[in-house]
């Protein structure tokens, strides 16, 4: 089987700070602060003045996998810090009139298809949720909390056991971090 030799960039632009520490990223930028732990013992990070170099030596095809994640990782915290990723949500109520609330860490959704039992979406630390009439804003420099916080909203008002077609009342999100729905 043959071994891999891989180096690989990602460059920084101007505003953003990677620090490495082991196998801890620090990403500082305009947005905030990210940390990461990322290791593997056959990839080494490097940071240069406006570059992180991955590097492998001898590596097999999941290792190479291993080193393509982690660059992704760091872009996704590099974009995060430079401009927060923004998740949109949509309230649609057509047979009852549903009301959304935020209360300190929880989306609370109250009269849900007539239920007496409201239903609570958990919103993650660090994420900001803003409701303005019907549409709900999630925003954050982490990508993974805000895409989670948004599935958290949207899986609030998921439905079992009836038609989708005929009971179209829920949360959906309509557009996602740097992706049109």
Do not use: W
């Amino acid at each position: 089987m043959a071994k891999l030799n891989i180096k690989d960039k990602v460059i920084v632009p101007e505003g953003v700070k990677v620090t490495i520490e082991g196998i801890t990223i620090k990403v500082d930028g305009k947005e905030g602060k990210l940390e990461r732990r990322m290791g593997h013992p056959m990839i080494k990070m490097l940071p240069n003045e406006n570059e992180v170099t991955f590097s492998l030596k001898n590596g097999t095809k999941r290792e190479k996998m291993m080193l393509k994640t982690f660059k992704a990782h760091l872009k996704n915290m590099i974009i995060g810090v430079s401009e927060k990723y923004t998740y949109r949500l949509k309230i649609c109520s057509g047979h009852f009139p549903m009301s959304v609330s935020k209360e300190s860490d929880r989306l609370i959704v109250k009269n849900f298809l007539g239920e007496k039992v409201p239903r609570v979406a958990k919103i993650i630390e660090g994420v900001d949720v803003e409701i303005k009439g019907q549409d709900i804003t999630v925003t954050c420099n982490d990508k993974e909390k805000a895409g989670q916080t948004a599935a958290n909203i949207e899986k609030s008002t998921r439905l079992t056991n009836k038609d989708r077609r005929r009971f179209q009342d829920g949360i959906f999100m309509t557009e996602k971090a740097g992706v049109d729905i």
